[in-house]
């Protein structure tokens, strides 16, 4: 049977030139970067230049880049370690409703130590209204988080005109990239975020390496203490094979990003045009322009995602009903309540998000198999046979 | 020129048999774990094979085993996780004076935290008095933590019998195992340990990954927050191939421990004796016999650890003067003085540390250049020329 991987979000394959540089650092190259002897020095060199073809990539300095194991654990060093640092100041910070669970999980961890949180909410597609965000800022205020493009719906945020509300009240801004990074043309200082987080797994790099970019000057109490590596921000021998795929994966993007995205938006457009014609009750989630290129998300009504899934990778084709951090713990995800679906809507969920391999057949191949799949499932759901109507949306 | 690799402990070259079984997770299999299609079953399993052999080479369930991207992070996710987890009870916690930087820079920060922290000293050896440890528990005390092996002396502590008392007054026992795991037969029952910490980049395994051994029912709250990765105890998608790669090695560990003891040893005991003979005012640091069997130390009077590794360098010698974690900051040794040696003795460290292909040629190679090199260092030294005498000591 033939696989089709629309799952980008769970993460891409990697591209041959990207391994062909990590090789060298899983095979041969042992030394560790931070020894004083010529083993050392290759390492050291391969860190650097990865450092800075990801500075690169988003317009960065590389001084500003720190290494982490993951988005997110880039995630939890900044929101707490940004929190940590600046708490004499206050102890107030705003979230989005939809930000992903490295944030909202940090803030729970963060609010048992006395630290307050506001959730700003979003419209029906997902947006945060930065007017909002200027509401929700007080006195206390040290952080506001709003994730650039959210994985289980596609939303590209107004990133720069929170950044610049958040600046004119003296507050930080954080913003979680990790589903925008290698397709949205990123520049930190447009942008005006403070801190950013980034990981190599949807942008055909390594799965095991992220980063977080942190502007000059901001202050951060590590999440990983202990040794000098990445100037004492960030302990523990490091991934340098995976630095170095992430590094490739990074000039491969800024290469290729206006063609592959050309490319995935056809697919992502033709997805989101064909779709909800040929089933009824299927609703596109998150906004239809405003979204991540490769990005398309539904709700099927009457019908869990995981029951979905699982028909659908009967047939060869891999997609998620939202994000991998989430994926088994089958709860109503929180971005689809946040955006005011029903609890019954939001178990629907579907994603389908491209590969710059995929092709347009393999989407009519969906569409030919995916229909009877959901005739099927909703004829065994109760939910569908108390006909359950559009109000409940 | 030759290159001579004497320092195991900054990190091992990976077998071939370990990169062959990561290869296939680096290149093809890019499915995430978590998903619930197929492209994520054999990462999944791939991850569940290695946390199996990675248990078996401790003496664990595997489902005691959670995933890390490095020793260091498994240090402050024990450190911090426990200390939150079980805070209602004690907010004491007691640490050897000489634990790794990752351990103690955990302390700082939770000491901010109105932690209070204890240490432990040690005696010449580097040895920490079991019943020193009992006269630091108190009613608030809820954790101790005391290295299995210290890599810049290489003493072996005690283990059994500090974690016996621990238990007799039912405090959590932690010990950092990364310097002895793969070379030390490592039971965690018989050493009663509630939690350890692993690392794959001195056993001969890949860089960018480690573990934590938690002890069935010990509570802790993850250092990493937000998905469901590690029972939801360790958030961020997982680094595969790099997990692979330590299952293998703990595999092969397992096979060639004894085998390749007795090659190290056999290397430990040349230089340890031999070198000293050649070099006046040169000393074994750490206990001569109950030491890891790769690691050999020594403080080199009137001399700075850093000449003598940039020195050695140019003649193709690899060596470190303490531990990769700060190897760059060019401070005296806590672990040293901790010992009870000065600061100018202190400085004065280097460790030899093998790996299994080195040969008794290379130690007669270094002992033929090496003296030169402490007599032309030793001549340009202000404290040689003040002749600085033992009593300095």
């Not at 963060?110 to 630290?115: A, I, N, Q, S």
């Not at 290469?255 to 992502?268: A, G, T, V, W």
């Not at 299927?282 to 009504?301: A, D, I, Q």
Request: with cysteine; net charge neutral; glycine share 8%.
């Amino acid at each position: 049977m033939k696989q089709i991987y629309f799952d980008a979000i769970a993460g891409t394959p990697i591209y041959p030139e990207v391994w062909r540089e990590m090789e060298p650092f899983i095979k041969n190259e042992f030394g560790n970067p931070q020894s004083l002897h010529s083993f050392g020095e290759g390492p050291r060199a391969a860190i650097e230049k990865a450092r800075e073809r990801i500075a690169k990539l988003i317009g960065a300095n590389k001084e500003e880049i720190y290494f982490t194991s993951s988005g997110s654990e880039a995630n939890n060093f900044a929101i707490k370690g940004l929190a940590f640092a600046y708490q004499n100041k206050g102890k107030h910070i705003i979230l989005s409703s939809i930000e992903h669970q490295s944030i909202l999980n940090s803030a729970k961890f963060l609010e048992k130590l006395g630290f307050k949180f506001s959730y700003v909410p979003v419209d029906k597609y997902g947006i945060v209204d930065p007017d909002d965000v200027r509401k929700f800022i007080n006195k206390e205020t040290i952080l506001v988080s709003v994730m650039l493009a959210n994985s289980e719906i596609g939303t590209i945020q107004p990133i720069e005109e929170i950044a610049r509300i958040c600046h004119e009240r003296d507050v930080l801004f954080h913003t979680d990239a990790v589903g925008g990074i290698g397709y949205l043309p990123i520049d930190v200082s447009k942008l005006g975020v403070d801190s950013m987080s980034l990981s190599a797994t949807q942008m055909y790099g390594p799965k095991g390496v992220g980063a977080l970019y942190l502007r000059k000057g901001t202050r951060i109490i590590p999440l990983i203490h202990g040794g000098i590596q990445e100037e004492g921000k960030r302990a523990g021998t490091e991934n340098v094979a995976g630095i170095v795929g992430f590094g490739k994966a990074a000039e491969l993007a800024l290469e290729k990003m206006e063609d592959r995205n050309k490319k995935l938006i056809r697919l992502r457009d033709k997805i989101i045009a064909e779709f909800p014609q040929k089933v009824e009750n299927v609703y596109l989630t998150g906004h239809p322009k405003k979204r991540l290129p490769y990005h398309s998300s539904f709700c099927v009504e009457y019908i869990e995602g995981e029951a979905m899934l699982l028909s659908l990778n009967m047939k060869g084709i891999a997609a998620s009903s939202g994000s991998a951090c989430t994926s088994r713990t089958l709860k109503a995800s929180h971005v689809l309540l946040a955006m005011g679906y029903s609890h019954a809507l939001a178990q629907g969920s579907i994603v389908f998000s491209f590969i710059e391999d995929n092709k347009e057949e393999e989407i009519d191949y969906l569409l030919e198999v995916f229909p009877p799949i959901i005739k099927r499932l909703r004829e065994m759901s109760p939910l569908y046979n108390k006909q359950i109507t559009k109000e409940d949306r």
